[in-house]
T-cell receptor
Framework: EDQVTQSPEALRLQEGESSSLNCSYTVSGLRGLFWYRQDPGKGPEFLFTLYSAGEEKEKERLKATLTKKESFLHITAPKPEDSATYLC??????????????FGTGTLLAVQP | DGGITQSPKYLFRKEGQNVTLSCEQNLNHDAMYWYRQDPGQGLRLIYYSQIVNDFQKGDIAEGYSVSREKKESFPLTVTSAQKNPTAFYLCASMVTSGGPQETQYFGPGTRLLVL
């Protein structure tokens, strides 16, 4: 069964303290791994798409990497405004045009000043 | 501005009542999706549509219904058969022509509460 697991469930950092969030997946055929940021009471905001092992994407203090089994979202010198829930999702190769995503449960990040 | 709009932001449902959540997009995306989000759980797919006048059940379709009469619109009805409707509902859309544009973009969400 296709599955996406995110860890940790929650992470508290001091401002400037770098860390990483993990997204591990078991899918039959990966067609893309997506990272989103979600603020309380709002819809998820798209951050990155990664398609193949070894690929990396960066945006400000965030860097996403991908291996054959997992993805990491590295946060360098975080600021309080980086506090949010970070969601990971995968799109698998079902052989048909289903275009569905499977989501993890998210990591709640709190950055304290 | 291009984007996805959902209305209302908050919706209250009485026992035995059907309610409809609106989702509109002006991104010219072919595919549209409805998700339900509960605390501590990942987004769960309710229904999706890849083309006008066609839609498929997702993982938790019981107690919900949809229609796709226009490319821009994908309303979700929460029927009285849905016994636990309190949740945050998210609509998403995606272009399906291939390439890096194939990303789901989300609306701002509707919070449904039961009176």
């Amino acid at each position: 069964e296709d599955q996406v697991t995110q860890s940790p469930e929650a992470l508290r950092l001091q401002e400037g303290e770098s860390s990483s969030l993990n997204c591990s997946y078991t899918v039959s055929g990966l067609r893309g791994l997506f990272w989103y940021r979600q603020d309380p009471g709002k819809g998820p905001e798209f951050l990155f798409t990664l398609y193949s092992a070894g690929e990396e994407k960066e945006k400000e203090r965030l860097k996403a990497t991908l291996t054959k089994k997992e993805s990491f979202l590295h946060i360098t010198a975080p600021k309080p405004e980086d506090s949010a829930t970070y969601l990971c999702a995968v799109r698998t190769d079902y052989g048909g045009a289903t275009n569905k995503l499977i989501f993890g449960t998210g990591t709640l990040l709190a950055v304290q000043p | 501005d291009g984007g996805i709009t959902q209305s209302p932001k908050y919706l209250f449902r009485k026992e035995g009542q059907n309610v409809t959540l609106s989702c509109e997009q002006n991104l010219n995306h072919d595919a549209m999706y409805w998700y339900r989000q509960d605390p501590g759980q990942g987004l769960r797919l309710i229904y999706y549509s890849q083309i006008v006048n066609d839609f498929q059940k997702g993982d938790i379709a019981e107690g919900y219904s949809v229609s796709r009469e226009k490319k821009e619109s994908f309303p979700l009805t929460v029927t009285s058969a849905q016994k636990n409707p309190t949740a945050f509902y998210l609509c998403a859309s995606m272009v399906t022509s291939g390439g890096p544009q194939e990303t789901q973009y989300f609306g701002p969400g509707t919070r449904l509460l039961v009176l």
